[in-house]
C-alpha cells in the first residue's frame, strides 16, 4: 500500500514544478508558497486524524479516506488548465497524506506482532522508500516514451494510487484497539499527559534529531556546489532513497533483537559523520559518500522512531501519539531548514552542515536519558 501510493505521489511530484512553471507559466515563488502550504497542512492533519482514529475505534476508516482522497485527486493534475486548479489538487493531496499517516501507522503497532514490531515499521519504511526513488525514475522513462507529454505521465500515475486503495480497502483488517467503555481520548493536556513521560522523550528526541537534520534539498544544493552537472544533480536523491531502502528492513529487524537505542545511537553517528564529509569534502566523490551516508542514518532512525512512539504509547492512544510525534517532528523538520538556509546564505555550505553534526551531538546526549518500554505481549 506505502509503495504503490509513494510510487504515484512521487510520479507527480518529480515532474509537477516542470509542470506548473513550465507548461502553467507560475514562478517558483508561487510554486514554493504552494508546497509549502500543502505540506504544512498535512503536519497539523496528521495531528487531528490520529486523535479520531483513537476515538472512533478505527485505523482503517480514516487511512482508506486518505488514501482515497489521493488516489481521487489524481486525475486532477492531468485535467488542470490553471495554478489554482493544480494548487487545489496539491491541498488536498496533501491533506490525504495527513489524515492517512498516523492511522496508518498505529495499524501498523496494532497489526504487528510486539517482538516483530521494528520489522514491521522497517519493512514498511523501506518499501515507501522504493516508491520515493522507483516513481521518478518511472516518471523519466515516461516521459522518454511520451515525448515529454507531462499530462500523459501524470495519467499513468493514476494507477498504482488505485492499486494502493485496493490493496487497503481489501487486503487489511482493521484490528479492535480500545476496551468496551473505555474513555474516549480528547484534544485536551488530560490526553497528552496519558501518553506518559516515555513517549515525550521520544519526541524530544525525534525533534531534536530533525533539528540536525534539516531538508534534503541541502544535498541537492551541495552536489550543485561540488560541481555536479544538473542532468546528474537527481541521482543525489536516487542514491540517498537507495540507500535508505536498502537499510530500513535490516535496521528494524535488529532492533528486535537488540533494542531500539542501540540503533538511533548508530544512526546519529553516521549523521554526525555525513556531515562532516559534506563540510570538508570538496569532490563529487566525497560528496555522494556524505549523501550515502546520510542515507544510511535515515535507514537506521527512521523506522526505529516510529518504533519505539508504538512500544512507549497506551495501545489505546496510539494514533494520537503517531499525531503528536509527526507533528512536533514536522515543526522541527521546518525550524531546522530554516535555520540551515541561514547558515548557508551567511556563512557557506560547510557551516550548515556543521551546525547539522552539531545538533546531532547533542540528540546523541539526549538520547541517554530515552529509556523506551520494551514491547510486550498485547491482547486484543
Known amino acids: 500500500m506505502s509503495l504503490f ?10 515532474i509537477l514544478p516542470l509542470f506548473v512553471v513550465g507548461t502553467l507559466g507560475a514562478s517558483a515563488a508561487l510554486l514554493g508558497l504552494l508546497e509549502g502550504i500543502a505540506e504544512a497542512t498535512a503536519q497539523v492533519a496528521k495531528l487531528f486524524s490520529g486523535v479520531l482514529s ?3 475505534g478505527s485505523r482503517k476508516g480514516l487511512a482508506l479516506l486518505g488514501y482515497g482522497l489521493a488516489a481521487v485527486v489524481k486525475p486532477l493534475f492531468p485535467l488542470a488548465s490553471s495554478v489554482e486548479s493544480v494548487f487545489a489538487a496539491r491541498f488536498i493531496d496533501r491533506v490525504g497524506k495527513g489524515i492517512r499517516g498516523a492511522p496508518r501507522d498505529a495499524l501498523v503497532a496494532d497489526i504487528a506482532p510486539p517482538e516483530l514490531r521494528g520489522a514491521a515499521f522497517g519493512l514498511r519504511q523501506s518499501l515507501d522508500t522504493v516508491g520515493a526513488f522507483a516513481g521518478p525514475l518511472i516518471a523519466i522513462v515516461l516521459m522518454s516514451l511520451f515525448l515529454f507529454d507531462l499530462r500523459s505521465v501524470m495519467w499513468v500515475a493514476c494507477i498504482p494510487a488505485v492499486i494502493a486503495v485496493a490493496f487497503l480497502a481489501f487486503g487489511v ?40 537534520r534539516f531538508s534534503e534539498a541541502f544535498l541537492v544544493l551541495k552536489a550543485s556546489a ?16 537507495v540507500v535508505y531502502s536498502l537499510s530500513s528492513y535490516p535496521a528494524g529487524a535488529l532492533s528486535d533483537r537488540v533494542g531500539r537505542v542501540g540503533l538511533l545511537v548508530a544512526g546519529l553517528i553516521v549523521l554526525v ?6 563540510a570538508f569534502g570538496g569532490s563529487i566523490t566525497s560528496m555522494m559518500i556524505g549523501v550515502a551516508l546520510w542515507g544510511l542514518h535515515m535507514g537506521l532512525t527512521q523506522g526505529g522512531l516510529s518504533t519505539m512512539v508504538a512500544d512507549t504509547a497506551p495501545k489505546a492512544l496510539r ?21 540551515a538556509g ?20 547533542l540528540t546523541l546526549l539526549g538520547v541517554l536519558w530515552v529509556k523506551p518500554r520494551q514491547p510486550q505481549h498485547e491482547q486484543g
Open 54 to 56: 483513537d476515538r472512533w
Open 226 to 241: 561540488a560541481g555536479l552537472s544538473n542532468a546528474w544533480v537527481p541521482m543525489v536523491m536516487v542514491v540517498m532513497s
Open 273 to 278: 559523520i555525513a556531515d562532516l564529509v559534506l
Open 5 to 14: 501510493m509513494d510510487v504515484s505521489s512521487e510520479m507527480v511530484h518529480a
Open 319 to 339: 494514533g494520537t501519539a503517531f499525531g503528536m510525534f509527526n507533528l512536533a517532528s514536522g515543526l522541527a523538520l521546518l525550524v531546522g531548514s530554516v535555520l
Open 342 to 361: 541561514v547558515l548557508w546564505d551567511a556563512y557557506g555550505p560547510s557551516a550548515t552542515f556543521l551546525a547539522g553534526g552539531a545538533f546531532a551531538v
Open 173 to 212: 483488517e482493521d484490528v479492535q484497539h480500545r476496551s468496551q467503555g473505555e474513555k474516549k481520548p480528547g484534544f485536551d493536556l488530560r490526553t497528552a499527559s496519558s501518553l506518559g513521560p516515555a513517549f515525550w522523550q521520544v519526541t524530544a528526541v525525534g525533534s531534536a534529531m530533525m533539528l540536525a
